[in-house]
């Protein structure tokens, strides 16, 4: 392998590495979760994260999830 190659691929690597996000912590969960455990359809689970965002009482942050864009919501401390 080339230099020119070696530093190509070092240049991919850390781009890469920037878009990979910490994984889901056990802390978190995403809507499909809240869902689930609330028997809410996803419109009123979406309205209702929604408002707890407003209010301060969770966290929202974007991760990748199976290719898929996912929100991820956490309570705040």
Excluded: Y
Excluded at 8 to 22: D, F
């Amino acid at each position: 392998m080339t230099n020119k190659t070696k530093k190509a691929l070092t240049g991919l690597e850390w781009a890469i590495a920037q878009t990979i996000k910490e994984p889901k912590q056990p802390d978190e969960f995403t809507a499909a979760d809240f869902a689930g455990a609330s028997n809410l359809g996803m419109a009123q689970v979406r309205g209702h994260l929604t408002r707890m965002i407003d209010r301060k009482h969770l966290t929202k942050r974007k991760i990748l999830i199976s290719g898929k864009q996912t929100n991820l919501f956490r309570k705040v401390d």
